[in-house]
């Protein structure tokens, strides 16, 4: 069963006197398509949800109405009117305005199923490009040869430990910072300290 809520009984009794029949029919309409719906209010307006997911929403303005499916786009098409208002219907000062009811419940019909095909459609994770891999900076490649289990501690972190000292010491504005870097890294590598040790939990 769906759920009615009280707050947008209230938005339609304080709505206009043109603006009360325009909102008590798209309900209506709304609840007669989808029987699970249930009423939320969200950004101050009244919206219908559907499988835990927006399904259309409508709102009340001082001279018309506006009323939309949340993937309108995909469901009313080509309308003229769309870009007069809010939602897909243009600005909405009586029912004349609206399609039929018959019309209307077949939109709910195909906002209904885009929502079903979303909610059981697995989330594909975005595939990642993996960063290509830095060249070891000769100064750094040698001062780790030179310092005791630095560069065996070098070789067991993992690439993106590797990349924040490389990235560090190559981003050096001057020669002098570079240095500085370089005998800090050194110290921190050779005793198995990541790049930001700091800053990590104990």
């Not at 069963?1 to 029949?21: H, K, L, N, V």
């Not at 459609?121 to 630095?150: E, I, Q, S, Y």
Request: with cysteine.
């Amino acid at each position: 069963m769906g759920t009615r809520d009280p707050r947008i009984d209230a938005y339609i009794e304080g709505s206009a006197g043109f603006a009360r029949p325009i909102l008590k029919h798209l309900r209506q309409v709304i609840h007669s398509a989808c029987p699970t719906v249930e009423e939320a209010t969200k950004w101050s307006m009244p919206h219908f949800v559907y499988r835990g997911r927006n399904l259309a929403g409508m709102a009340a303005f001082k001279q018309h109405c506006a009323f939309g499916f949340w993937n309108g786009a995909q469901i009313v098409q080509n309308d003229a009117q769309a870009n007069q208002a809010m939602g897909q219907f243009g600005r909405i000062t009586s029912l004349t305005d609206l399609p039929s009811a018959a019309v209307l419940k077949r939109y709910v019909k195909a906002a209904m199923q885009l929502n079903d095909d979303k909610t059981a459609a697995p989330r594909v994770p975005k595939k990642r490009n993996p960063k290509p891999t830095l060249a070891m900076p000769d100064d750094l490649k040698k001062a780790l040869a030179r310092t005791r289990g630095a560069a065996a501690h070098f070789e067991k972190f993992a690439p993106s430990r590797q990349r924040e000292y490389i990235e560090w010491i190559s981003e050096a504005k001057s020669d002098a910072t570079r240095q500085r870097r370089l005998t800090t890294a050194v110290e921190w590598i050779a005793e198995g300290k990541p790049r930001h040790w700091k800053y990590q939990k104990r």
